[in-house]
């Protein structure tokens, strides 16, 4: 009997996907431009995961949180149990310390890498952010270029999604679309 499950869930920003095993959560995708590709991502950590019709109260738990999230509420995942095994030890070692940014705030590469031992590392902790099987959970769009600069971003919508959940949370101003938006 396999033990690794998925499932998919709306929010704000679309059909999102998390997919967990006995050790916690194996990986979290934002919306893909299908159901199935969001599963391909998925089973990238979780290559045999079966669908799962409801998600044990623990998974539930985050699927709630992290909607609540993309719904501009302040949320914490910390509780959020990862399984990080088979992960380089710089990626786990980042990942934890991503997890400290809390929502509204950001952190620079150059901050992290300087955490990790050397500035020199930015470069590395920004591919290591590139691969993160956790987004949001690990809120590797809260980690911003020098200066603030919105920078890379793997998710599907690139840029302009990290740019969508820090306005979310506040740690960026709403720009004048969004204002007109709400008017």
């Not at 909607?67 to 030890?89: F, K, Q, V």
């Not at 955490?115 to 987004?135: C, H, I, K, T, Y």
């Not at 769009?141 to 979310?168: C, N, W, Y």
Request: charged content about 25%; glycine content about 10%; aromatic content about 4%.
């Amino acid at each position: 009997m396999n033990n690794i499950h998925l499932t998919l869930f709306n929010t704000t920003l679309g059909r999102c996907g998390i997919a967990w095993g006995e050790s916690g959560i194996l990986a979290v995708s934002f919306p893909e431009d299908s159901d199935d590709r969001t599963r391909e991502r998925l089973r990238r950590r979780a290559v045999d995961a079966e669908e799962a019709g409801e998600a044990p109260p623990h998974v539930a738990s985050v699927i709630a949180a992290i909607r609540a999230l993309m719904d501009g509420r302040s949320e914490d995942l910390h509780e959020a149990e990862l399984d990080m095994s088979g992960l380089a030890e710089f990626d786990r070692q980042l990942y934890r310390l991503s997890r400290q940014i809390s929502p509204g705030k950001t952190r620079t590469y150059g901050d992290l890498a300087r955490d990790l031992g050397d500035v020199a590392l930015s470069q590395q902790v920004g591919q290591s952010l590139e691969r993160n099987p956790f987004p949001i959970i690990v809120p590797c769009h809260r980690v911003v270029g020098a200066d603030g600069r919105m920078t890379g971003f793997s998710a599907p919508g690139g840029v302009e999604t990290k740019r969508q959940l820090l306005k979310i949370e506040g740690a960026i101003e709403p720009d004048l679309l969004d204002l007109m938006g709400t008017a």
